[in-house]
């Protein structure tokens, strides 16, 4: 299947399975598992995932095209997606095929959900302190720890779990694991999603004396640190795709409503001074998509994107706060109503600056970088 291909069978999907409404605000477990197993059926969740392995083989620029698409419908649904596809891909990377192929062909089919569980209650954006522990024992590893703000952590079968094997040592000692919820030592908290991305179905989950196979240690300490941060360059990337997707898709619901509603015996969009907003956000949109294009580019081309994906989630979360806000402003008191997406997609956009990174150590690690991106 060809990237065009995929692109149509997205807004396929949309079409017949996400719906415009405040029912996304009330999105259950059962109807989550339905719809992600249709996205599976459509093929999105084996974007990166080798031909040979089931999957389409397409590149992260497919993977950023089809997160935009997603996210302009519903941003937790575009990021419950995503990370399934992610420990898909991962999965297929990492892990020998055979071991790989417990999971593989469930989250391929949307009959298992994955995450990545990197968050814990003490440990954010400082990725490095996480207390979650893997001991030695005849076998594989004995994993205890809690995981707390995981996309896909109320209901995922399989996770990719990254725990200290070194206490104190920080990021040298760092190693990430396979971890299945169906097995003994695993248990799900009963931590409740945001309401705005209700359907990211966020959550978390302890581990207690949870063993992990020797085979199932898919980052070993001393390359796992690394790995995971190149991953979340990826994600600060996509992330900024989602939204621009957001700010896409509430500047078509805008133009398209100022069409047709009428003030003072003409359109909306007669009026000079309402046109600008929408003019306004045009312009933002359009440079945040370049700015997406671009990193997307560098990570195919197997670049080092950390300080380009730092800015474009930056600049691209900055933009989706101001210009959806003011893009519902510019329906009046309908862009409050439940039919339309905008007051959902204003709320995502916060989720947006806090995931896989803030914004404020965004601009930490950027003006880190000023002296060699200026060339001095």
Same mark, same amino acid.
């Given at each position: 299947m060809n990237e065009e291909q995929l692109t149509a069978r997205t807004r396929e999907f949309i079409g017949l399975h996400v719906v415009q409404s405040a029912d996304l605000l009330r999105t259950e477990p059962a109807l989550g598992r339905q719809r992600l197993q249709a996205a599976a059926c459509a093929g999105l969740t084996g974007i990166q995932v080798p031909e040979k392995l089931g999957g389409s083989g397409l590149s992260f620029r497919c993977k950023a095209n089809i997160a935009t698409i997603l996210a302009g419908a519903d941003f937790g649904l575009a990021m419950s997606w995503i990370n399934t596809h992610n420990v898909a891909a991962d999965l297929a990377r990492w892990l020998d095929q055979p071991i790989a192929n417990t999971w593989l062909p469930g989250l391929l089919s949307g009959q298992m959900i994955g995450c990545t569980a990197l968050t814990e209650p003490l440990a954010g954006s400082d990725f490095s302190a996480i207390r979650t522990v893997a001991t030695r024992v005849p076998g594989g590893w004995r994993l205890d720890g809690e995981k707390s703000?995981?996309? %896909?952590?109320?209901? *995922?079968?399989?996770?990719?779990? =990254?725990?200290?094997?070194?206490?104190? &040592?920080? !990021?040298?000692?760092?190693?990430?694991?396979?971890?299945?919820? #169906?097995? !003994?030592?695993?248990?799900?908290?009963?931590?409740? /999603?945001?309401?705005?991305?209700?359907?990211?179905?966020?959550?978390?989950?302890?581990?207690?004396?949870?063993?992990?196979?020797?085979?199932?240690?898919?980052?070993?300490?001393?390359?796992?640190?690394? #790995?995971?941060?190149?991953?979340? %360059?990826?994600?600060?990337?996509?992330? *900024?795709?989602?939204?621009?997707? +957001?700010?896409?898709? /509430?500047?078509? $619901?805008? %133009?398209?409503?100022?069409?047709?509603?009428?003030?003072?015996?003409? /359109?909306?969009?007669?009026?000079?001074?309402?046109?600008? /907003?929408?003019?306004?956000?045009? $312009?933002?949109?359009?440079?945040?998509?370049?700015?997406?294009?671009?990193?997307?580019?560098?990570?195919?081309?197997?670049?080092?994107? &950390?300080?380009?994906?730092?800015? @474009?989630?930056?600049? *691209?979360?900055?933009?989706?706060?101001?210009? $959806?806000?003011?893009? +519902?402003?510019?329906?009046? !008191? &309908?862009?409050?109503?439940? @039919? =339309?997406?905008?007051?959902?997609?204003?709320?995502?956009?916060?989720?947006?600056?806090?995931?896989?990174?803030?914004?404020?150590?965004?601009?930490?690690?950027?003006?880190?970088n000023l002296n060699k991106t200026l060339g001095q």
């Open positions: 703000w995981i996309i %896909n952590g109320k209901i *995922a079968d399989v996770m990719l779990v =990254y725990a200290q094997t070194q206490p104190g &040592q920080g !990021a040298p000692g760092i190693a990430c694991f396979v971890v299945d919820a #169906r097995r !003994a030592g695993f248990e799900r908290d009963s931590q409740s /999603s945001p309401s705005s991305v209700a359907s990211s179905f966020t959550g978390g989950f302890h581990l207690k004396a949870y063993i992990a196979h020797e085979a199932e240690l898919i980052h070993p300490p001393g390359t796992a640190f690394s #790995r995971a941060l190149a991953s979340i %360059n990826g994600a600060r990337v996509y992330v *900024a795709a989602m939204c621009c997707g +957001m700010v896409a898709e /509430s500047l078509r $619901i805008a %133009n398209e409503y100022g069409q047709s509603r009428l003030t003072f015996g003409k /359109s909306l969009a007669s009026h000079q001074g309402w046109r600008w /907003s929408l003019a306004d956000a045009a $312009i933002d949109l359009h440079a945040a998509q370049l700015m997406v294009a671009q990193a997307s580019a560098q990570i195919d081309a197997g670049k080092d994107a &950390q300080d380009l994906a730092a800015k @474009t989630k930056v600049f *691209a979360t900055r933009m989706a706060q101001r210009h $959806i806000a003011a893009l +519902m402003h510019a329906l009046g !008191a &309908q862009g409050l109503r439940d @039919t =339309y997406p905008l007051m959902r997609h204003l709320q995502a956009t916060q989720v947006a600056t806090l995931t896989d990174g803030s914004t404020e150590m965004l601009l930490e690690r950027i003006s880190k």
